[in-house]
Nanobody, 122 residues
């Protein structure tokens, strides 16, 4: 069984910074794409940033230049450095891992973390 465990959320003032971490645990052979989504109250879950095994990155337009996603393939961990935070960044942030293989010959699966709250407020 694969689990994604997030950490690093909390309350931060506008203009501040927060770093989220997400570590995948369990029997893992490989992970395709890792990333972060967010969901504000009453809104749909939106993609924030993704990163492939090879380092190709995609960002939501509204976070470009402020957020940085990175990944440690050896640790099966993905990070999201969030700078210049705005109140509209307030949401539950979910870690996501796509095309996870537990053996080289086995099927792939997609997994979600439990979510971590980020609140941007003065």
């Amino acid at each position: 069984q694969v689990q994604l465990v997030e950490s690093g959320g909390g309350l931060v003032q506008p203009g501040g910074s927060v770093r989220l971490s997400c570590a995948a645990s369990g029997s893992i052979f490989s992970i395709g794409i890792m990333g972060w989504y967010r969901q504000a109250p009453g809104k749909q879950r939106d993609l924030v940033a993704t990163i492939t095994t090879g380092g190709a990155i995609n960002y939501l337009d509204s976070v470009k230049g402020r957020f940085t996603i990175s990944r440690d393939n050896a640790k099966d961990t993905v990070y999201l450095q969030m700078n210049s935070l705005k109140p509209e960044d307030t949401a539950v942030y979910y870690c996501y891992a796509e095309r996870v293989k537990q053996t080289w010959y086995g099927p792939t699966g997609d997994y979600w973390g439990q979510g971590t709250q980020v609140t941007v407020s003065s």
